[in-house]
């Protein structure tokens, strides 16, 4: 565990926030655009039954090349999120560079050529991945090394979704172990190091917009009370 505040690992934090939030932003820019591709093929796969061959033979062409990167590296299969815990809990190993390469292509042609996926879940992998390959070539150690893989894991949550507090708050819950405040610090400068990147890249506006407040009367007020404090007994007590 990092028991002190180490400026040169908060500068590597710093850099590789930065890093995270370029190719995380790239990834993001890129989906759309291949997006729009599929959209003129579908509509060239409309006008007569050759163009719709060719439209088929296209797509079969697309899923081949996703099944490469999935038989390349096994680990890009599914959301990407297991896999980083799987990687901290010390329960899987898997070539970090290997993932970030085949999750990239496979993630772009997968979400692009417009299949039921979001972008999330390859965005924390990519950014994890990108963590990892990044803090061997700066010669970590194993717990800087798991922290950078924390950090730039959630700055997949911030780059993708233009969120970093969501981006702290998933750190937090869902891949520390044990919360530090010397690990917080360098978390939070990654997130706030890629979410700086996001913003001069795309843009600073919210994905998520809510355009009405949540206006609730006092009664609803202490039924929200009521629930919190059952549901903290439940938690503690139960």
């Keep these: 565990m990092i028991k002190k505040v180490s400026y040169k690992f908060l500068l590597i934090s710093i850099i590789i926030g930065a890093c995270s939030g370029l190719v995380i932003s790239l990834f993001r820019l890129v989906i759309p655009k291949i997006m729009g591709l599929i959209s003129n093929l579908i509509i060239f796969g409309q006008e007569n039954i050759l163009k719709s061959i060719v439209f088929v033979l296209i797509f079969v062409f697309i899923g081949f090349l996703v099944s490469i990167t999935v038989n390349k590296e096994p680990m890009i299969g599914g959301s990407g999120i297991p896999q980083i815990a799987g990687k901290l809990n010390n ?69 993708a979704f233009t969120a ?50 949540l206006n609730l009367s006092i009664d609803f007020w202490i039924f929200l009370i009521f629930f919190r404090d059952f549901s903290w007994v439940f938690l503690n007590f139960v």
């Design 91 to 159: 329960k899987l190993d898997y070539s970090a560079f290997s993932c970030l390469v085949n999750k990239i292509i496979g993630g772009l042609l997968s979400i692009g050529s417009g299949l039921t996926l979001g972008r999330e879940g390859p965005s924390v992998q990519i950014g994890g991945s990108l963590g990892e390959v990044m803090a061997k070539k700066f010669n970590l150690n194993k717990d800087e090394t798991d922290v950078m893989i924390i950090a730039s894991s959630a700055c997949g949550i911030t780059s």
């Design 164 to 213: 970093p507090v969501s981006a702290m708050a998933f750190a937090l819950e869902e891949l520390m172990k044990k919360t530090s405040r010397i690990n917080f610090i360098y978390i939070t400068s990654t997130i706030i190091s890629s979410s700086i990147v996001t913003s001069l890249i795309i843009g600073n506006n919210p994905v998520i917009k809510v355009k009405n407040s």
